[in-house]
């Protein structure tokens, strides 16, 4: 197998069918608030990327907050920064934003600009977002690298995630938005990377990933 928020935050609907998903696929998943969202417990999975296998599970908590596009996802056991301290990296390393309560970065900044003003189900965004992270946590853990690669931090990893993302005028117009946000953020002229795009090819990330879900 391979709430709602305004002020243009994507639509992230809870519907009776998304109940059913998480009692009946996630019983250790609890949702302790309907809107807005809020879903702890404990995630376990199943999943296989390019033949290689992973059953693991993590102690997560989902809760949508106001102003932002996708909710705030934190790994609340510790066993990502467990990985981090025996493996010798620091919490960014393994996609962990430290300035932000320590949530996970499912996606790149730009992504998540694409779902404003749209709406998803929380079964889509659990398959689509929080299980591949999670999948190459435990690959990262086992592997000692990331499946399917990774952007850098910041405004390296806006950058690489250029031609992924970057394909018709809107979405350059978005790219823009975020690009700017993180120069202003970082303290960096924001015309001199402009300007940098239209003669730099970049390079970021494609995968496929397969999953199944299992108690």
Request: net charge negative; aromatic share 14%; charged share 30%.
């Amino acid at each position: 197998m391979d709430l709602h928020q305004n002020h243009g935050a994507m639509l992230l609907n809870l519907d009776n069918k998304d109940v059913e998903f998480i009692e009946t696929r996630y019983p250790t998943l609890k949702i302790l608030q309907k809107d807005p969202l809020r879903i702890a417990g404990i995630l376990k999975f199943y999943a296989k990327f390019q033949e290689i296998e992973m059953r693991d599970e993590y102690e997560i908590e989902i809760e949508s907050l106001e102003g932002r596009v996708f909710p705030r996802i934190r790994e609340t056991g510790n066993k990502i920064a467990n990985t981090a301290q025996s493996k010798g990296k620091l919490l960014e390393d393994m996609h962990i934003n430290t300035s932000d309560a320590s949530a996970v970065c499912l996606c790149p900044p730009i992504e998540e600009k694409l779902y404003e003003k749209q709406a998803i189900s929380v079964r889509q965004f659990i398959e689509k977002y929080i299980l591949p992270f999670f999948y190459e946590q435990s690959y990262f853990r086992e592997n000692g690298e990331w499946p399917w690669g990774e952007y850098g931090h910041g405004i390296i990893g806006v950058l690489e995630s250029y031609l992924d993302y970057v394909d018709n005028e809107e979405t350059i117009r978005i790219f823009l938005r975020v690009l700017e946000e993180y120069c202003v953020k970082y303290g960096v002229n924001f015309n001199f990377y402009r300007e940098q795009l239209k003669q730099r090819q970049i390079k970021g990330r494609n995968y496929c990933f397969n999953q199944e879900s299992k108690d």
